[in-house]
């Protein structure tokens, strides 16, 4: 069966990378950043003023992006005064705007900075130094916004998350973990006295997950916490007392905190909380502490991004739909009048071309994105979509890489296998000693339901996947043959490598995902040693600086397919990182995946 012809191209799917982010909203005004990939992947920053102009505060070469843990996260604050502090990605120093002029530097060069508040003249923040011999240090600073020695108020930690100093400025509550563990794993939320040095640990430990912090009041704390199972709301006195959950359910109230400055809900002018909630993709709602009452707001998207602003009754988030791409949105929750702030750069295709997913068991959690096109005979080949973290989820955003697929009669399933975030602590766990067999094995069997449903073609089902997705590709494509290729973006082909080369935030990791090093044991799960069970066709990609998962991993399983006489094309791009942001990486990688595919599937 020919692809039928599409109106999505790989200039529109590349082009659709602009991604808003971090909403801030203040005196009738949002700001936000926004990724820009036909500017080689900076990110700028915009404020939409409160007659609804737009302007971009952030001009080339500047771009608005924190190196921290590597993965970053919120990259800027916005003073009382409007002005704006951000950290620039070429030096990782902190810089102020003011009245749109040319941005001073607030730091010197050596450190990175990340999630950012702005309290009495001065910047509070996480710092990452990096020594000469590779040793990393952080600790909470907070730094002058006039000039002036950057004082250090908590240190000692390996992580450090979530700094918010107490209205009347007696306390400094915050987030920190040590390796081995991930901030999934175990965390301590703790308050430090700003006058008096010291600190108490109000609530976490190794086998308690708490994120989030913010103050309610002078003494009280919200926090959210996975201590049923779940990563649920709750609020709580300086020494832990009194610690109640505000509306317990077996729902997540946030997401794996990947990035620093995460804020699944934020206080509305008048007591209540505006909150995310749900299993999968996370809705939006309004919560009374008071009576735990929950309700959700009839809102054009069906999940959001944890990084909410409120100012009064509004909240603003950025929210998203199967064929809503991410946008910056105000939600008046008095009215439920919800209005979008930005709109998009690229042409977005016509909406009839775009999948709107199903949800199934496929053994496991999935989404189901059946082709779109004219009718044929036979069934469809699939590609099965496996996300990567692997704490992360399969969401239903607008996503065009997947509508470039099915609108050339390819579908797509995508998986939530074992280990996934967004239904647990227990499915989160599902994955602990286990990576390479739960999750390998649950892509197998969605790949086996596709078939055995009569849904595709089972001699035309590939599985793709970047990162610890990619892992999952090469280590599905070693030990079945129900696969016709695998495409993997800047996967993980072998274990002792990546623990020794990868960046100090995910160091540990394997500790978790597999066990302390023992050669047998990797040599039972990474693709790397069981490479002669491949049999099909595979693509690799890999960005020639990537930190994450450095390109030795691709290159080594890419030679060791080559050596077998097994199809492998390994295509490697100059300044691109873990997950590509050039427009031309991105155009040039879909050509390439869409060759591959109509190579095997003929």
Not at 311 to 338: C, H, K, N, Q
Request: with cysteine.
């Amino acid at each position: 069966m020919p692809f039928w012809p599409s109106p999505i191209s790989t200039r529109d799917v590349a082009a659709a990378g602009v991604r808003p982010g971090w909403p801030t909203a203040q005196d009738g005004r949002v700001w936000w950043t926004e990724d820009r990939p036909g500017e080689g992947g900076r990110t700028t920053i915009m404020c939409r003023a409160a007659d609804g102009t737009l302007h971009e505060l952030l001009r080339a070469p500047w771009s608005a992006r924190t190196r921290v843990h590597e993965y970053g996260g919120r990259p800027y604050a916005v003073t009382p005064e409007g002005e704006v502090v951000f950290s620039n990605l070429k030096d990782q120093r902190l810089y102020i705007l003011r009245d749109y002029g040319e941005p001073k530097p607030l730091t010197e060069e050596g450190c990175r900075y990340a999630d950012p508040a702005v309290r009495d003249g001065e910047v509070w923040c996480v710092r990452e130094c990096h020594d000469e011999d590779g040793k990393v240090t952080r600790a909470i600073v907070s730094i002058p916004l006039d000039g002036g020695e950057i004082r250090v108020w908590a240190t000692g930690c390996d992580f450090y998350a979530s700094p918010a100093v107490s209205p009347d400025g007696r306390h400094l509550a915050y987030v920190c973990w040590n390796h081995p563990r991930m901030p999934w794993d175990g965390t301590e939320l703790r308050v430090a006295s700003l006058a008096g040095g010291g600190f108490r640990t109000v609530a976490g430990g190794p086998a308690e997950s708490v994120l989030a912090p913010s103050w309610k009041d002078d003494s009280t704390l919200y926090l959210i916490s996975d201590r049923s199972g779940w990563w649920n709301l709750y609020e709580s006195g300086l020494d832990g007392d009194g610690l109640r959950a505000l509306h317990a359910a077996e729902e997540e109230f946030a997401p794996p905190p990947w990035r620093l400055g995460g804020q699944p809900y934020t206080p509305l002018g008048d007591g209540r909380l505006a909150v995310l909630h749900g299993r999968g993709d996370l809705r939006l709602g309004v919560l009374d502490p008071a009576s735990g009452t929950l309700t959700d707001l009839d809102v054009p998207c069906d999940g959001w991004d944890a990084g909410l602003s409120a100012e009064g009754t509004s909240v603003v988030g950025v929210g998203y739909a199967p064929t809503l791409p991410r946008s910056v949105v105000s939600v008046d929750t008095a009215s439920g009048e919800s209005t979008r702030l930005t709109r998009e750069a690229a042409r977005l295709p016509d909406p009839a071309c775009l999948p709107v997913p199903r949800a199934v068991e496929s053994p496991v959690p999935a989404f189901l994105y059946p082709p779109f096109g004219p009718a044929t005979e036979g069934v469809p080949p699939f590609v099965i979509f496996v996300h990567g973290g692997p704490t992360a989820h399969a969401e239903t955003a607008l996503d065009l890489e997947k509508a470039f697929l099915t609108s050339r009669g390819i579908g797509v399933l995508d998986v939530n296998y074992g280990g996934s975030t967004g239904y647990g602590r227990a499915y989160r766990e599902r994955l602990k000693g286990q990576w390479g067999l739960v999750d390998v094995a649950d892509t197998i069997a969605a790949a086996e339901w596709l078939a055995a449903e009569g849904l595709a073609d089972p001699r035309r089902i590939a599985v793709r996947g970047g990162s610890a997705g990619g892992w999952t590709v090469m280590a599905a494509c070693c030990r079945s043959e129900v696969f016709a290729g695998g495409v993997s973006y800047y996967g993980v082909s072998a274990l002792a490598p990546l623990a020794a080369h990868t960046h100090d935030f995910e160091s540990r990791y394997v500790e978790w995902l597999v066990g302390p090093e023992d050669p047998q044991v990797y040599a039972s799960r990474e693709p790397l040693a069981l490479v002669d069970g491949v049999t099909c066709p595979m693509l690799l990609l890999q960005g020639l600086d990537d930190p994450v998962v450095p390109p030795a991993q691709s290159e080594a399983f890419a030679d060791a397919l080559s050596e077998r006489g097994v199809p492998c094309t390994y295509l490697a791009f100059e300044g691109e990182s873990h997950g590509f942001r050039r427009m031309e990486t991105r155009v040039a990688a879909l050509a390439a995946e869409l060759a591959f595919y109509q190579q095997i599937f003929g």
